[in-house]
């Protein structure tokens, strides 16, 4: 079955930086958009970066422009989110699923990775 799995949160102080990683399976990884997705307390869950199959495009919400980017590796299966110059405002539960306008398996979110920025 499908199955994400992120990984490479923590606790970091404003203007820090963290690498997150995404283990996806039960799909042909390589075939499909990508893209990650943050929820913070008493919000909805939105979306911040997305990359195409083969890595060609991106994009990013307003928010995380030049700070965060998004990058994926077809062997390993696996996709990334670069963040830099954190900000309190980053703060949430980052997860990451298949697509890139929406995801394509909203009854298989995985765990996600909790991120803190903090001082």
């Known amino acids: 079955q499908v199955q994400f799995v992120e990984s490479g949160g923590g606790l970091v102080q404003p203007g820090g930086s963290l690498r997150l990683s995404c283990a996806a399976s039960?799909?042909?990884?390589?075939?499909?958009?990508m893209s990650w997705y943050r929820q913070a307390p008493g919000k909805e869950r939105e979306l911040v970066a997305a990359i195409t199959a083969a890595g060609s495009t991106t994009k990013y919400v307003d928010s995380v422009k030049g700070r965060f980017t998004i990058s994926r590796d077809n062997v390993k299966n696996m996709v990334y989110l670069q963040m830099s110059s954190l900000k309190a405002e980053d703060t949430a539960v980052y997860y990451c699923?298949?697509?890139?306008?929406?995801?394509?398996?909203?009854?298989?979110w995985g765990q996600g990775t909790q991120v803190t920025v903090s001082s």
């Open positions: 699923n298949q697509g890139y306008d929406s995801p394509s398996w909203k009854g298989s």
């Open positions: 039960g799909f042909i990884f390589s075939w499909y958009a």
